[in-house]
């Protein structure tokens, strides 16, 4: 998911309009999906993916980690 999608797919969990992981959901598939990513957008086995840890307890949701590809894990700079 680009980052940028982050807030607004916690801001539709905080007003009860999606859970948190539909919210999720309609940030990453649905944009993959749109382009034709077919391998994107989900977590499965063969699908590409970067998994992120965010943390939700301030104002805002900062990116703390991201895992990229083959299990290599960095550091985030945050949003």
């Known amino acids: 998911m680009p980052t940028a999608l982050l807030p607004a797919a916690v801001?539709?969990?905080e007003h009860g309009v999606r859970s948190l992981p539909e919210a999720v959901a309609l940030v990453t598939s649905g944009p993959a999906s749109a382009v034709g990513l077919a391998d994107r957008g989900r977590i499965a086995a063969g699908m590409?993916?970067?998994?992120?840890?965010a943390d939700l307890s301030g104002p805002h949701p900062l990116?703390?980690?991201v895992a990229r590809g083959q299990g290599f894990i960095e550091p985030s700079t945050g949003l």
Do not use: F, I, K
């Open 48 to 53: 590409r993916a970067d998994l992120v840890l």
């Open 11 to 13: 801001r539709l969990a």
């Open 63 to 65: 990116v703390r980690w």
